[in-house]
């Protein structure tokens, strides 16, 4: 299971608490993150933070910190939607074009990156589509409450 760190950002009467998780990139991981030029792309276009809302019958204060965790089968599968299925596209794509240039009696290795192309594209946007329904039904859920963190008065 992946977990994260979500603050609580409201919590409704109605059995659903709304929490802020902070995005991490890689590159806040690596010593030469001041001196890499990907580092400054990734701080300035990467969003800061995701908003979402849990299903949960607890109460939660403001600010509370919570575990969140989400099984590694959701990632899997997003991940093989969104890589694993255009490269697939690709080469269906690059095969029909193939035959279909054979058929016709024109150039071939046109026909093939041309459908290869095509096919990749199409798979691609088939698999982003399926990946964003995925994800919309995959519900993290609440593994424990962290309590509200500690403010240090100056």
Not at 42 to 53: E, G, L
Not at 60 to 67: D, I, P, S, Y
Request: with cysteine.
């Amino acid at each position: 299971m992946m977990e994260e760190i979500a603050r609580v950002v409201a919590n409704g009467n109605s059995g659903w608490v709304v929490v802020e998780v902070e995005m991490k990139s890689a590159c806040n991981h690596c010593d030469t993150s001041e001196s890499c030029g990907t580092s400054a792309v990734s701080k300035a276009f990467s969003p800061k933070v995701q908003r979402f809302s849990i299903q949960s019958d607890q109460q939660f204060v403001k600010g509370e910190r919570l575990k969140l965790g989400l099984p590694e089968s959701v990632i899997l599968k997003a991940a093989t939607l969104v890589y694993i299925l255009p490269l697939l596209g690709f080469f269906i794509g690059a095969l029909l074009g193939n035959l279909s240039a054979n058929l016709a009696d024109v150039n071939s290795d046109l026909c093939a990156i041309s459908g290869g192309i095509l096919g990749g594209f199409l798979f691609w946007k088939l698999g982003k589509k399926a990946a964003k329904k995925l994800e919309e039904q995959a519900q993290p859920i609440i593994i424990k409450s962290l309590g509200k963190p500690i403010e240090i008065a100056h």
